[in-house]
C-alpha cells in the first residue's frame, strides 16, 4: 500500500515550532511556486537550484532566472543558493539509460543525484531539514522521491520534509501562481532524453 507523505508533512508542520531552516532543492520556478506559498510560513527556507540534468546550459539558465523572478515578485524572505552547471555528474549517472523512458530507473538515479547533494549542502550548513520541491509534479514518483529522501536522512544525519506537494490540489496551485506571475513555462522535464522523446512524440 502506498504511503501518504501529504499527511505525515502535515503532522511534522503541525508539530513545528520556531521557524526551523530549510534546504529546498527548487527544479524551476513553476514547481517552486505553491511549494513556497506551503511552507514559508513553517520555515525558513533557502532554494537550491541544482539541475545538472536540465539541457541545454541556455534552458538551465532560463529556469533558474525564472526561479529568481518568482521569488522576488513573492516578496518573501527567502534566500537563494545556486550550484553551478555540471551536466557531466548527471550523464555520469545516465549511462547505459539513455533509452530508458521518463519516470524510469534514469529518473530514480537523477532524484538521487539532486537530493544527495542537497542533503550534503544540508549537513554542512547545519540546516533542520532538507526537501525537494519535485513530488508537485504528477510526472514525479512521489513514493520514490520519499523513499530516497529517508535513506539520506539516515546517511547524513538531517531530518527530511516527507511531502507530496501535488496533494491537495498543489499542482493545480503552481499553474495558478505561475500563470500569476507571468512564469516561463517549460514543456518537458530538463534533460535531453526528454527532450527527445516530447520532440518524437
Known amino acids: 500500500m502506498k504511503t501518504n ?20 532543492h527548487a527544479c524551476c520556478g513553476v514547481c517552486s511556486s505553491s511549494v513556497l506559498e506551503k511552507l514559508n510560513p513553517y ?27 518568482l521569488i522576488e515578485k513573492m516578496k518573501m524572505d527567502i534566500e537563494i543558493m545556486e550550484i553551478g552547471y555540471d551536466s557531466e555528474k548527471f550523464e555520469n549517472i545516465a549511462k547505459g539509460l539513455e533509452q530508458e523512458k521518463e519516470g524510469g530507473e534514469r529518473c530514480t538515479k537523477c532524484f538521487h543525484l539532486r537530493l544527495e547533494e542537497t542533503a550534503i549542502i544540508a549537513k554542512e550548513k547545519k540546516y533542520d531539514y532538507f526537501c525537494t520541491t519535485l513530488s508537485v ?34 499542482y493545480k496551485r503552481s499553474n495558478e501562481l505561475s500563470k500569476k506571475y507571468g512564469l516561463y513555462r517549460q514543456d518537458y522535464c530538463g534533460c535531453k532524453y526528454s527532450l527527445n522523446e516530447i520532440r518524437a512524440k
Not at 508539530?15 to 526551523?20: C, D, F, M, T, V
Not at 520555515?43 to 523572478?69: D, G, H, M, S, W
Not at 514518483?141 to 529522501?149: E, M, P, R, T, Y
Open 5 to 24: 507523505y501529504q499527511i505525515i508533512m502535515e503532522k511534522i508542520l503541525n508539530s513545528l515550532e520556531n521557524k526551523p531552516s530549510l534546504l529546498l
Open 43 to 69: 520555515f525558513k527556507i533557502t532554494v537550491l537550484y541544482y539541475n545538472p540534468n536540465i539541457y541545454p546550459e541556455a534552458e538551465y539558465q532560463k529556469r533558474f532566472t525564472t526561479l529568481k523572478e
Open 137 to 170: 509534479s504528477p510526472y514525479k514518483d512521489s513514493q520514490k522521491l520519499n523513499k530516497i529522501g529517508k535513506v539520506l536522512e539516515e546517511k547524513y544525519n538531517v531530518k527530511y520534509l516527507y511531502s507530496d506537494f501535488k496533494k491537495k490540489e498543489g
